[in-house]
Nanobody, 124 residues
Framework: QVQLVESGGGLVQAGGSLRLSCACAVSGSIFSINTMGWYRQTPGNQRELVAAITRAGTRNYADSVKGRFFISRDNAKNTVYLQMNSLKPGDTAVYYC????????????????WGQGTQVTVSS
């Protein structure tokens, strides 16, 4: 069983920064999890990929966040981070942490495990 717990969301002004964290707890082998990532969702819209990272450190970003967001992970702590800079009102969404056994960071299949979500609101 896999449990993902997010933290770090909140309200920030446009141009500001936030850092999201997601701790992964696994009952069993932690190596069953390889790719971790962040998705976001706004009301009435489909959940979309923001960024993902494999255990080896290969990263994938949505075009809309390239150059502004940075994903990283600490394998020893089973934690993934999302540093969000130069935030825009359009970044306002619920952000979900994800985890999956897949090893290809560009694999677009739906992740197996999800966190509960954390709200990020960017005011203009």
């Amino acid at each position: 069983q896999v449990q993902l717990v997010e933290s770090g969301g909140g309200l920030v002004q446009a141009g500001g920064s936030l850092r999201l964290s997601c701790a992964c707890a696994v009952s069993g082998s932690i190596f069953s999890i390889n790719t971790m990532g962040w998705y976001r969702q706004t009301p009435g819209n489909q959940r979309e990929l923001v960024a993902a990272i494999t255990r080896a450190g290969t990263r994938n970003y949505a075009d809309s966040v390239k150059g502004r967001f940075f994903i990283s992970r600490d394998n020893a702590k089973n934690t993934v981070y999302l540093q969000m800079n130069s935030l825009k009102p359009g970044d306002t969404a619920v952000y979900y942490c994800s985890a999956d056994p897949k090893t290809d960071v560009y694999d677009s299949s739906w992740p197996r495990y999800w966190g509960q979500g954390t709200q990020v609101t960017v005011s203009s």
